[in-house]
């Protein structure tokens, strides 16, 4: 069906770690987008990913679309206190009808 | 700020009541969603709207949802004989490319 898988679940790490998580599908994406969630608060865009391979970056954070976009990544590098939050892949189905979410992966980051 | 509003922001509700939510998204969003996330879980498509049509429902939204844009403007999303289960954030977007969420609507059926 439509689902995208991310892992990990949960990421803790130390401030000034890197930090990634993973977008898995198993079929072919169209494109890819990915959110923040801060703690409260609702799922702010971030980026959207549409070419094979295509990799864009803001700031401290990477992102990947793989070749065969059936798969993303999110690189956070050398994490802050402010990067705390959920980030969430989201997969645009039906010609940019329903968007699709992955189950998150909550990042914390300890001072 | 998204330019989405939504309303109330919290509405604690007893099982059995009806609870309708609104969303007044800005004026260039064609595009209108709605979504439920509960806690530790990916925000869950509902519904979506291009201007006043109801494009696509999805098998989550029981015969006790409803939604309506009736002027390809704000939307409203009403759930009748509220359930406990039903106690989530139900989020509105709006969209003319990007989507940009509003703050959601917290339901707690007691």
């Known amino acids: 069906g439509q689902q995208v898988m991310q892992i990990p679940q949960y990421q803790h790490v130390q401030e000034g770690e890197d930090f990634t998580t993973y977008c898995n599908s198993s079929?072919?994406?169209?494109?890819i987008q990915w959110y923040k969630q801060r703690p409260g608060g609702h799922p702010v865009f971030l980026i959207q990913?549409?070419?094979?391979?295509e990799v864009k970056k803001q700031k401290r954070l990477t992102f990947q679309f793989g070749e065969a976009k059936k798969n993303s990544s999110l690189h956070i590098t050398a994490t802050q206190t402010t990067d705390v939050g959920t980030y969430f892949c989201?997969?645009?189905?039906?010609?940019?009808?329903?968007?699709?979410f992955g189950q998150g992966t909550e990042l914390s980051v300890k001072p | 700020d998204t330019g989405v509003s939504q309303n109330p922001r919290h509405k604690i509700t007893k099982r059995g009541q009806n609870v309708t939510f609104r969303c007044d998204p800005i004026?260039?969003?064609?595009?209108l969603y709605w979504y439920r996330q509960t806690l530790g879980q990916g925000p869950e498509f509902l519904t979506y709207?291009?201007?006043?049509?109801?494009?696509?429902k999805s098998r989550l939204l029981s015969d006790r949802f409803s939604a309506e844009r009736p002027k390809g403007s704000f939307s409203t999303l009403e759930i009748q004989r509220t359930e406990q289960g039903d106690s989530a954030m139900y989020l509105c977007?709006?969209?003319?490319?990007?989507?940009?969420f509003g703050e959601g609507s917290w339901l707690t059926v007691v």
């Open positions: 989201a997969v645009v189905y039906n010609q940019g009808g329903k968007l699709i």
């Open positions: 079929t072919t994406l169209s494109n």
């Open positions: 990913l549409v070419k094979s391979g």
């Open positions: 004026s260039e969003h064609n595009r």
């Open positions: 709207f291009q201007n006043e049509a109801q494009l696509e």
């Open positions: 977007a709006g969209s003319l490319g990007t989507i940009y």
